[in-house]
C-alpha cells in the first residue's frame, strides 16, 4: 500500500495549459503538503493545509491553488503554465507537525515539464 | 525565520568508513530536526528525526544523528559507508507549534567510492 500516492508522475505539457496533480494519502495524518524541486534540487514549500488552515507561501504565483476534497487529498492546480513552473512536485503529509513516526511522508514527485 | 545550512555540496568517502554530513539550523524555539535521503529519479525517504529526548538519535539504515543545542547543528553519520548509500540527503527542520512547514537544507550529495 503506497502510503503517498501522486498522479501523475509524469506531465508533460504547453505553456498557457491549465493542469492538475492529484495527491492521495491513507496514512490518518492530519496535514498535507506540497513542496516543489527545482532543477538544483532545491526544495521549497508551496502549501500546507489541514482541516482548519491553508498556508500559502508568500511567494508562490497565484496561478497555483491547491483544493482539498476531504482530509486525504490535496490536489494541485496550476493555471496558464509557464517554462519556469517545469520542476518536480513532491506531496507530503505529517501528524502532529512531524513528530508523529516517520515524520514527513512523501510522495514519488511528478516531474512536470512545460515545453 | 527559519533557516537551514548544509555547507557542503558535495561529500565523498570511501567503502567502510565513516561518513559525515553536516547540517546547522537557525529556528526560534526548539526545532523538530530531520534527515531525508533521495536516490536519483526518486522521492524523498524518511532515515531519522530528533524531536526531544537523548540526543543521539538511531535510523535507518545505520544512520545516526546527533542533536548539538549549543552548537545549532544535527550532523549525519554512519561508522562505515556503503557503495549504496551514495544519494542526496537532506537536512530539514520544523518549528514546534508554527505553520508545520518542514524547512530543508540545500542538500549534500554523498559519493562513496568502491
Known amino acids: 500500500d503506497t502510503a503517498v500516492s501522486q498522479t501523475p508522475k509524469y506531465l508533460v505539457t504547453q505553456m498557457g495549459n491549465d493542469k492538475s496533480i492529484k495527491c492521495e494519502q491513507n496514512l490518518g495524518h492530519d496535514t498535507m503538503y506540497w513542496y516543489k524541486q527545482d532543477s538544483k534540487k532545491f526544495l521549497k514549500i508551496m502549501f500546507s493545509?489541514?482541516?482548519?488552515?491553508?498556508?500559502i507561501n508568500e511567494t508562490v504565483p497565484n496561478r497555483f491553488s491547491p483544493k482539498s476534497p476531504d482530509k486525504a487529498h490535496l490536489n494541485l492546480h496550476i493555471n496558464s503554465l509557464e517554462l519556469g513552473d517545469s520542476a518536480v512536485y513532491f506531496c507530503a503529509s505529517s501528524h502532529s507537525g512531524g513528530s508523529g513516526i516517520g515524520g514527513y511522508t512523501f510522495g514519488s514527485g511528478t516531474r512536470l515539464t512545460v515545453v | 525565520a527559519q533557516s537551514v545550512a548544509q555547507p557542503e555540496d558535495q561529500v565523498n568517502v570511501a567503502e567502510g568508513n565513516p561518513l559525515t554530513v553536516k547540517c546547522t539550523y537557525s529556528v526560534s524555539g526548539n526545532p523538530y530536526l530531520f534527515w531525508y535521503v533521495q536516490y536519483p529519479n526518486r522521492g524523498l525517504q524518511f532515515l531519522l528525526k530528533?524531536?526531544?529526548?537523548?540526543?543521539l538519535v538511531k535510523g535507518s539504515y545505520g544512520f545516526e544523528a546527533e542533536f548539538n543545542k549549543s552548537q545549532t547543528s544535527f550532523h549525519l553519520k554512519k561508522p562505515s559507508a556503503l557503495v549504496s548509500d551514495s544519494a542526496l540527503y537532506f537536512c530539514?527542520?520544523?518549528?514546534?507549534?508554527?505553520?508545520?512547514?518542514?524547512?530543508f537544507g540545500t542538500g549534500t550529495r554523498l559519493t562513496v567510492i568502491p
Open positions: 530528533y524531536i526531544t529526548g537523548d540526543n
Open positions: 530539514a527542520v520544523s518549528q514546534r507549534g508554527g505553520a508545520n512547514n518542514l524547512f
Open positions: 493545509y489541514n482541516n482548519k488552515e491553508l498556508i
